[in-house]
Nanobody
């Protein structure tokens, strides 16, 4: 059974930083594209960042470019999202997701991702 377990969310003030982690069980991520999505209350789920299987190709939504960094440790089967200079508009539930392809589209397409975590809440106060 494939499980994606996010952690690292929390409440921070604007300008602060958080690092999200996503540990994957039952699925070796080394050959597959991974991504982060977020969903604010009343909003559609939005693709935030993705990273190709080898870690060399990354995509970021314009809203987070220059502030967020996606990375992966294939040996540990873990995906990360370093979030700096956080803004109140970054407040959302953050989800990690895995494709069954090494290819990452840009922008992220939700239906391309096969496996999903339950999410971790990020709240940024002004």
């Amino acid at each position: 059974q494939v499980q994606l377990v996010e952690s690292g969310g929390g409440s921070v003030q604007a300008g602060g930083s958080l690092t999200l982690s996503c540990v994957v069980f039952g699925y070796t991520i080394s050959n597959f594209c991974m991504g982060w999505f977020r969903q604010a209350p009343g909003e559609e789920r939005e693709g935030v960042a993705s990273i190709r299987s080898d870690g060399f190709i990354k995509y970021y939504a314009n809203s987070v470019k220059g502030r967020f960094t996606i990375s992966r440790d294939n040996a540990k089967n873990v995906l990360y999202l370093q979030m700096n200079s956080l803004k109140p508009e970054d407040t959302a539930m953050y989800f990690c997701a895995a494709r069954t392809s090494s290819y990452c589209s840009s922008p992220l397409i939700e239906r391309d991702f096969r496996y999903w975590g339950q999410g971790t809440q990020v709240t940024v106060s002004s």
